[in-house]
């Protein structure tokens, strides 16, 4: 059953599965990240505001090298967006 729920934790969040890239306390923010929306999806389903992470596109690279600062505060103001969106909008069940 815990094997089952990885697979599909993993399986929704391929940044998760993926070789990691980012330094170790970025990994750690992540995986919290991913347990929260991911434990919001259940609970509430699909949300408008949050894309199918197939559908992400990465923030464009300058001469091949992934800037991470960019890429962090890009992702913080989106993130925040969502988190607005989502305590806004708590009390609205969708059940």
């Not at 059953?1 to 391929?14: G, L, T």
């Not at 347990?35 to 992470?53: A, K, M, R, S």
């Not at 960019?70 to 909008?89: K, L």
């Amino acid at each position: 059953m815990v094997e089952r729920a990885f697979a599909a934790f993993k399986n929704r969040w391929r940044i998760v599965d993926d070789k990691p890239h980012h330094p170790y306390p970025s990994q750690v923010g992540i995986v919290l990240a991913c347990c929260i929306l991911h434990n919001w999806i259940l609970q509430w389903g699909e949300d408008e505001f949050v894309p199918p992470e197939h559908t992400w596109t990465g923030n464009p690279a300058s001469d091949g090298v992934i800037d991470i600062e960019h890429d962090n505060r890009t992702w913080s103001q989106i993130r925040d967006g969502w988190v607005g969106h989502m305590f806004a909008n708590r009390g609205n069940s969708r059940v």
